[in-house]
């Protein structure tokens, strides 16, 4: 009797040591698999520069990728921080249509459909900031368990461009939640801390390396933060930081650049971030990051469109991106500038 409870334990014992290895290799071949896929596969779709088919991608693909590679105890979450940052992209272009619909149902005096047009945005607006968020903290998470340091408080020393890309993007993604979250009447509850802690981590990686990226989002928590940017020099910090992007084919810095400018209500200088952005010199897009300059192309071009849409009533003209409509020489050609003022 007692032997055959011994031999049963045994028989369970076993059956537990088995399935626990077998586990272990399920987790291994997993992780090698995410591996892989951000070594091999991501960096020919970020080659790609069509931002739609991207965060189409990003959005429909995620539910897939994130469950079955953790159903087999992989760890993707810098796999979803990209993701997400892409499929963020797709509910901010969606709320930027509600925006546009807002302003010209405001300049209408249709009242109902433009508390339709606020209402549908600001819903758009807290799907993209908890993307957003969610891809930080996936960044954050990751990076600092596989480097053993504080965000914000220390600097990781990398050892894959992959995993500064995505410390970068992440950051930025970061910093796009609290802004959204503000703008949705805070409905996720993005925490403000982000920012400052953003500004501090950016230190951590090459500006000449990443386009002129980092400095220029340090230089956007500059002009928002109160007290920041004292003692800092904020445009010249942007005018830097797009001349690397400029030659490294990212313009990136400009979108910040252009952000930064409405915020503080400086037109002349939003007005210069859309004509540098559009007209670069012999510029060339990055081949190896042309779905970064693409993404920062449609942003660019969504501000612009609030812009033009805020005063005139229609997003930007085909092609006109840093020409404004009194600026008649800089219209294209048969466009009547009484036209769109009427």
């Known amino acids: 009797m007692i032997r055959a409870g011994v031999w049963r334990i045994l028989a369970i014992s076993g059956v537990v ?37 991207a965060c189409r991608f990003a959005t429909g693909n995620f539910p897939l990728i994130s469950g079955g590679t953790r159903a087999f105890g992989g760890d993707p979450q810098l796999l979803e921080s990209l993701l997400l940052v892409s499929s963020a992209a797709c509910s901010e272009q969606r709320a930027v249509e509600e925006e546009l619909r807002y302003l010209r149902a405001s300049k209408q005096n249709n009242i109902v459909e433009a508390q339709d047009a606020r209402i549908g945005q600001k819903r758009l607006l807290e799907i993209t900031a908890r ?44 910093l796009q939640a609290v802004v959204n979250d503000i703008a949705s009447q805070q409905m996720v509850g993005v925490p403000t801390d982000i920012a400052p802690k953003s500004e501090r981590a950016l230190t951590c990686i090459s500006n000449a390396k990443w386009w002129g990226a980092p400095n220029a989002a340090r230089a956007v928590v500059w002009s928002i933060l109160p007290g ?19 030659r490294q084919g990212v313009r990136l810095s400009h979108v910040m650049y252009g952000l930064s400018a409405l915020a503080v209500g400086d037109t002349p200088r939003f007005r210069d971030a859309t004509k540098r952005f559009a007209n670069v010199k012999d510029f060339k897009s990055s081949q190896q990051y042309a779905l970064v300059d693409s993404l920062a192309g449609a942003v660019m071009l969504n501000l612009s469109d609030r812009y033009w849409t805020e005063n005139v009533g229609t997003r930007t003209p085909v092609n006109s991106m840093g020409k404004y409509w009194d600026e008649e020489a800089a219209m294209p050609a048969g466009m009547n500038v009484d036209d769109l003022l009427n």
């Open 228 to 246: 920041a940017s004292e003692g800092k020099d904020v445009w010249g910090t942007f005018r830097l930081s797009m001349l690397i992007g400029e």
């Open 17 to 53: 040591a088995f399935a626990a290895g077998c586990a272990s290799v399920e987790r291994g071949a997993t992780n090698l698999a995410i591996n892989l896929i951000e070594r091999r596969i991501i960096p020919p779709q970020l080659e790609i520069d069509d931002v739609d088919m």
């Open 131 to 174: 993307r957003q968020l969610r891809a930080f903290e996936a960044m954050r998470n990751k990076l600092e368990d596989k480097y053993n340091f504080e965000y914000g408080e220390g600097c990781p020393e990398f050892e894959r461009d992959f995993d500064e890309l995505t410390y970068l993007l992440g950051t930025v993604a970061g």
